[in-house]
């Protein structure tokens, strides 16, 4: 490491550090918690777009340790607009808004965003699970028939063992229409706990799996304590992805299982006469993102 990138990198920590409140609930930080940062997921992204702009502040001649005022904020934003996409530009914002307390200009992008869809059919899943070592089967088959992120599986409990966050709107009919299974919980984004639904056949499986002792381990710098000896986060995805490529000759990634599980579940509320808005918010409190404008992006269908 450069002595200068050195400095850049311990000026981004002097930075960040007041914003920072890692562990903490977000029930107990109550309105405080649109000015912090929770999750370590988070603060990876805005660290790494912070570094970004002290880079860029750094090149064009500007001391590291010179003030930062709004209109330098703005320029960047703009300047670096060109080459990004929308979703880009946007969390560069939100991430310099929230560590240098301004409110910043919103910039359109001028890269366009393509959206296509990622899913996964149930076929095309099997094939790749029946390539891959058992416990990552397992995990990909879990991600794909409960809809979950790599990383949740780490975080899988019994419904027991971990309480559901209490201060949210949760609906009474998730999981409709689904078949025999279990109710499971997990850790998503955010801290937040949810319920997931694990089909009986898959319930049986993860329970020969479980650990006498549960295990620490480090994923993507995150700590997490592990229940189940199964496939998960980053190793997961870097399995699912090569054994997309070998079998069908392109990888959408793990998070098109995701995409595949709300895909399958639009089609069953339809079909029992749901109405459109109220699948969308079935499906996003089921995933856990709790948008149904995120909801609409998982059920683009692909190409």
């Known amino acids: 490491m450069t002595k200068r990138s050195f400095t850049i990198e311990a000026k981004a920590h002097a930075l960040i550090s007041p914003v920072l409140a890692l562990g903490q609930s977000k029930a107990a930080l109550g309105t405080l918690v649109r000015h912090v940062i929770v999750?370590?997921?988070?603060?990876?992204?805005?660290?790494?777009?912070?570094?970004?702009?002290?880079?860029?502040?750094?090149?064009?001649?500007?001391?590291?340790?010179?003030?930062?005022?709004?209109?330098?904020?703005?320029?960047?934003?703009?300047?670096?607009?060109?080459?990004?996409?929308?979703?880009?530009?946007?969390?560069?914002?939100?991430?310099?808004?929230?560590?240098?307390?301004?409110?910043?200009?919103?910039?359109?992008?001028?890269?366009?965003?393509?959206?296509?869809?990622?899913?996964?059919?149930?076929?095309?899943?099997?094939?790749?699970?029946?390539?891959?070592?058992p416990q990552n089967a397992l995990g990909t088959r879990l991600a794909f028939r409960a809809g979950l992120r790599a990383a949740e599986l780490y975080e899988l409990r019994e419904a027991d063992e971990l309480q559901r966050e209490a201060n949210r709107p949760w609906r009474s009919d998730l999981f409709a229409g689904l078949s025999d299974g279990v109710v499971y919980r997990t850790v998503g984004k955010g801290g937040l706990a949810r319920s997931v639904w694990i089909p009986q056949e898959l319930h049986r499986e993860l329970q020969t799996r479980r650990l006498k002792t549960p295990v620490m381990i480090i994923d993507r710098k995150v700590r997490r304590v592990v229940h189940f000896k199964i496939g998960g986060g980053q190793s997961l995805s870097q399995s699912f992805s090569s054994t997309s490529g070998l079998v069908l000759g392109f990888s959408n990634g793990i998070h098109g299982c995701r995409h595949g599980y709300a895909q399958s579940r639009l089609e069953t509320l339809l079909e029992m006469g749901f109405m459109p808005i109220d699948c969308l918010e079935i499906i996003s409190q089921e995933m856990g993102h709790l948008r149904c404008d995120i909801s609409l992006v998982y059920t683009t269908k692909r190409k």
């Open 39 to 133: 999750s370590v997921g988070t603060l990876r992204s805005f660290q790494q777009c912070l570094l970004e702009f002290l880079r860029w502040r750094v090149d064009k001649g500007t001391g590291i340790d010179a003030p930062v005022i709004r209109a330098e904020l703005d320029e960047y934003l703009l300047q670096e607009s060109a080459r990004w996409r929308q979703k880009t530009v946007d969390q560069h914002r939100q991430a310099l808004s929230l560590i240098f307390c301004v409110m910043l200009t919103h910039f359109e992008a001028e890269v366009p965003t393509i959206t296509a869809g990622r899913a996964y059919s149930q076929q095309e899943m099997e094939l790749i699970a029946s390539r891959q070592a």
